[in-house]
């Protein structure tokens, strides 16, 4: 992460004297900017799947706080297997950067692909277990 | 390439280059920690050899229970069991309402070995489960230990320590067929996977700890001590600025996993969802992702914008957070913490609000000689450890260190939690005694490898002292260069090892290894005497009462009767409602004529009582019978006052100074009915309270004597039918016995001369 941290600043370094009020945006506009230029494609791909779980995510949340909650079981599978399923494709997406590579030096992209099979398993095998 | 240099040597120098070759220490330890794992077992079995192989206790006896109906009836039935045969007349969804862990295994142990046509009775798996959990409990010990640090004997002594410390053996001696006995092994195994897990990021290692971890939350209500330990852990490291995302992939991983491995739990249900104690982990969990999200936004922009998204940002979501938490508390979504909770902070919170907690022995806060008891020497070494943690402060570090105070605070609270406690202390304990024999036996002489074990020791200084006097000359002799400051260290260190040895032995043979079924006592003559009056007592409820009779005891006993007697009972160790047990607490403080119709609605048939007053047994019902009373009074304060139990001067008394309301008391007529005619006049003693008894006994009318115990500590009453003619039971016995009724004579009224 430290080596990206020039490059960025100094395509931002006039947007620093601005007055705070617009800086919100700006920040949004600068996050957005090197999100785009610094993601491989493959890592957009799953972020693309983050953000759809995300969305299914809240679909389920805002339906168990329209219509109630009725199957209780239902809804807390449902819901946690998009969580689940979301943490175990950030810690794929975390795994696979390159950017991390010191952080994990004992973790190839093929391991974190083959354990993120194994808790997607898991994790599932518990919902349906549970969803009655 | 060691040996070969070695070779040719005296034999000594041989056996030490061998110690140095890899695979010759593989072999060491794996065969040390294979005669560790057979210490942990072998101390276990005390009362095995000197009783014979029985469940002990009280719960345990529950659980055997329950093992039987699952061998018996397969998973699914026992999922679904309805037991009416409790709590008579509500029943118990006990499928429901039991951590079903511990049946499983020894169920899972007993089909094994049946397909591996070894015929084992599974009372016999029941009673060594115990100890054979406790030797993998040693090498889990071992495994989290050599997290901890880079010497290999730390490890191999945590693992003996675990194995023999009385803290742990409390709960795990053969025949105590409890949830901790499988519970502590996955303590501590969870918390090495979870270090694990962190140390590589490994999603396979945190999925790994939410298995374990759900298989714990199956076995032990304990595993709470998990669920707000390792969010602590998290939440610490973050505090400390140490946030990774190695720690975001294990945490998120162990949680998302965790949380849906325990909700399968009938037992558990929602309440990883509904409960505050649950919580924690919860809230880390969101905090974790925002975090990330921030390092995130951290590495894209420059650090002012990020100050003000950081304000911005994370103030909002940390005011909607807790505003959210505090709302659905508030409105009823999330239960609020539990009593049993409260009463780890409040330790008074309890005894005031809650007595069928307090009443509970091993709830109350821990005495400060327990520790020594349980821990011996380890408790002494076990700062040292901490602050060896502190030196090097990793990401486990902190947690030993965060362990090691939750750990201490929660066994001073609560006597039980010395088990929670005792995992970390052994840990603590070995890397500081590996650390000092480390120091004083390898330092600067690097020829001595093996000290791996404290027996070795002699001879290792032997031969270090050889080597520093050669070294003398060029070298000053000061600190542990020092032959005598080496041999002194390391022989204080070995005899400590001994004493603690040896205290381990005496206490788990003296303290932790009866039955409590069975009673022991020594003859005049130095031989041992048996009491097996419980065994005696629910054998006869067995064989001469009806297969449905009802029996009333208090709820302690409950256990025993379902599992000893196969008889249904009122109330039993479950303990889940209040106020069936206050309604028995009622029943046996109230007068005869109050207790027979509570009685007869609940279609009791025999009062069983438990009396230590012959034998000077003291954990019997007259000690107990002030918590009936509290419990009672809980519920119905009107009629049931604690204070009419004491002696105007406020003392406890069973003699004839006792109250009226004692005196009238069911459970004081029960206890005491017929005991005077035992002892000549003038001479009725209990021995418990040391009290001389009036020569008159109570008199029973609603209840008869049915069966007493060869020394009295049981004692079973029936409860008498209505009377045939519509008479009370007062007016019946009293006919009974040929006293004239007294109404007859007043009827009669003045005699008048008949003229006619």
Known sequence: MAPKK???????????????????????????????????????????????????????????????????NAFLSGFSATVGQFVLTASLRIQTTEANKSEFPSVSPERAFADYVVGSLILHFFCINFIN | MAAAEGAGSTPVELLVSLGRNQSTKTLLKVIILAIIAAAAVASRLFSVIRFESIIHEFDPWFNF????????????????????????PLGRVTGGTLYPGLMVTSGAIYHLLRFLTVPVDIRNICVLLAPAFSGLTAYAAYLLTNEMTTSSSAGLLAAAFMGITPGYISRSVA??????????????????????????????????????????????????????????????????????????????????????????????????????????????????????????VRSAVPSRQFQTFLYVGLGGIFGVGLLGLVGLTAGGYIAPWSGRFYSLWDTGYAKIHIPIIASVSEHQPTAWPAFFFDLNMLIWLFPAGVYMCFQRLEDEHVFIIVYALFGSYFAGVMVR??????????????????????????YKSPEVVDNKEEESSDGTTKKSSKQSSLRSASQPVVGIYNVLSKAFIAGAMTLFLLIFVQHCTWVTSNAYSSPSVVLASRMPDGSQHIIDDYREAYQWLRQNTKEDAKIMSWWDYGYQIGGMA????????????????????????????????????????YVLVVFGGLLGYSGDDINKFLWMVRIAEGIWPDEVKERDFFTPRGEYKVDADASETMKNSLMYKMSYHNYASLFPP???????????????????????????????????????????????????????????KKKAIKKRGPRVLRVE
């Not at chain 1, 706080?65 to 009725?70: D, E, I, K, Q, R």
């Not at chain 2, 998290?234 to 965790?258: D, H």
């Not at chain 2, 160790?573 to 009685?599: C, D």
Request: glycine share 6%.
């Open chain 2, 65 to 88: 229970r329950a093992t039987k109906y699952l061998v018996a009836n397969g998973f699914y039935q026992f999922w679904d069991w309805f037991d009416d045969r409790t709590w008579h």
């Open chain 2, 417 to 442: 939690l010395m088990l929670t406690l005792t995992p970390v202390v052994c840990v603590a304990a070995a890397i500081a005694a590996s650390q000092l024999l480390d120091t004083y036996l390898q």
């Open chain 2, 682 to 740: 003038g001479q009725a003693q209990d021995r418990v309270r040391g009290a001389r008894l009036p020569d008159q006994s109570p008199v029973l009318n609603s209840l008869e004597e049915a069966y007493t115990s060869e020394n009295w500590i049981i004692r079973i009453y029936k409860v008498k039918d209505l009377d045939n003619v519509g008479r009370d039971h007062a007016a019946a016995a009293s006919f009974e016995r040929g006293h004239k």
């Open chain 2, 566 to 605: 196969d008889r249904p009972t009122l109330v039993d160790n479950n303990t889940w409602n209040n106020t069936h047990i206050a309604t028995v607490g009622k029943a046996m403080s109230s007068r005869e004529e109050v207790a027979y119709p509570i009685m007869r609605q609940h279609e009791v048939d």
């Open chain 2, 175 to 296: 025949g105590s067929y409890d949830n901790e006995a499988i519970a502590i092994f996955l303590l501590v195994f969870t918390f090495f996977l979870w270090i694990k897990a962190l140390k590589l990021g490994s999603v396979l290692w945190g999925a790994l700890c939410a298995l374990f971890y759900g298989y714990m939350v199956a076995s032990w209500g304990g595993y709470a001590f998990i669920t707000c330990l390792v969010p602590l852990h998290a939440f610490v490291l973050i505090c400390m600025g140490r946030f990774s995302l190695r720690l975001y992939v294990a945490y998120t991983t162990w949680y998302a996993l965790g949380t849906l491995a325990s909700m399968q739990i009938p037992f558990v249900g929602f309440l990883p969802v509904r409960t505050s104690e649950h919580m924690p982990a919860l809230g880390i969990f969101g905090f974790l992702q925002l975090v990330a999200f921030l390092e995130y």
């Open chain 1, 6 to 72: 020039p490059a960025t600043a100094a395509t931002t370094s006039a947007s620093a004297s601005s007055s705070s009020s617009g800086q919100i945006d700006k920040i949004a506009l600068n996050i957005v900017q090197h999100y785009q230029k610094t993601t491989p494609q493959r890592t957009k791909l799953i972020d693309t799947f983050m953000a759809f779980l995300v969305i299914v995510g809240g679909l389920q949340f805002a339906y168990c706080v329209l219509a109630g909650n009725y199957p209780f």
